[in-house]
T-cell receptor
Framework: QQQVKQSPQSLIVQKGGIPIINCAYE??????FPWYQQFPGKGPALLIA?????SEKKEGRFTISFNKSAKQFSLHIMDSQPGDSATYFC?????????????FGKGTHLIIQP | DADVTQTPRNRITKTGKRIMLECSQT?????MYWYRQDPGLGLRLIYY???????NKGEISDGYSVSRQAQAKFSLSLESAIPNQTALYFC????????????????FGPGTRLLVL
């Protein structure tokens, strides 16, 4: 059973465009929703995270939008740059500090064309 | 992240062999995790540990075992490797929630690419 569904699987956007990656979750016990960015040959690194008590969080050019009633959240990248080309994973964890680990989506391979 | 190191970085082995992947961290974190990454499947949790005496199975623990030798070291073993275990393996650490304000961020190592022939 896939608890976190991520789409699209791949995405190509022109420089300056706004790629949007969507995730949906099923388990209402999830209360922490991070996004991880992974470059080729590297481990994933935390990009931005949100809790369900807010509907939006911004950090620089990256924004998470969260819809608790729909059990969906999305990542928006403003003014995208070729250096943003990477694989992005949404994830979720349960209350308690994610003690039992993160449940990841399958990932989105993003390419920003110059 | 240089604070989390994994050895070896690449490994080729044959079906039926026993192999060990090692992870070390200098972040002082109590919590450590092993994940497996397959193309199109994302990352899936194999085992996790809260401290040296507390080890728990994750989503896909069958065929794997772990050892937490110290706070800083967490090893993953494949007792009898099979081709289906060909994947990229990541170790991660987190501080966890000890007191208010504790971080849930997980810090990943660079990964071990394993090929089982």
């Amino acid at each position: 059973q896939q608890q976190v569904k991520q789409s699209p699987q791949s995405l190509i956007v022109q420089k300056g465009g706004i790629p949007i990656i969507n995730c949906a979750y099923e388990n209402t016990a999830f209360d922490y929703f991070p996004w991880y960015q992974q470059f080729p040959g590297k481990g994933p690194a935390l990009l931005i995270a949100i809790r369900p008590d807010v509907s939006e969080k911004k950090e620089g050019r990256f924004t998470i939008s969260f819809n608790k009633s729909a059990k969906q959240f999305s990542l928006h990248i403003m003014d995208s740059q070729p250096g943003d080309s990477a694989t992005y994973f949404c994830a979720a964890s349960k209350a308690g500090g994610g003690a039992d680990g993160l449940t990841f989506g399958k990932g989105t391979h993003l390419i920003i064309q110059p | 992240d240089a604070d989390v190191t994994q050895t070896p970085r690449n490994r080729i082995t044959k079906t039926g062999k026993r192999i060990m992947l090692e992870c070390s961290q200098t972040k002082g974190h109590d919590r450590m995790y092993w994940y497996r990454q397959d193309p199109g499947l994302g990352l899936r949790l194999i085992y996790y540990s809260f401290d040296v005496k507390d080890i728990n199975k994750g989503e896909i623990s069958d065929g794997y075992s772990v050892s937490r030798q110290a706070q800083a070291k967490f090893s993953l073993s494949l007792e009898s490797a099979i081709p289906n275990q060909t994947a990229l393996y990541f170790c991660a650490t987190s501080e966890g929630i000890r007191l208010a304000g504790g971080s849930e961020t997980q810090y990943f190592g660079p990964g071990t690419r394993l090929l089982v022939l």
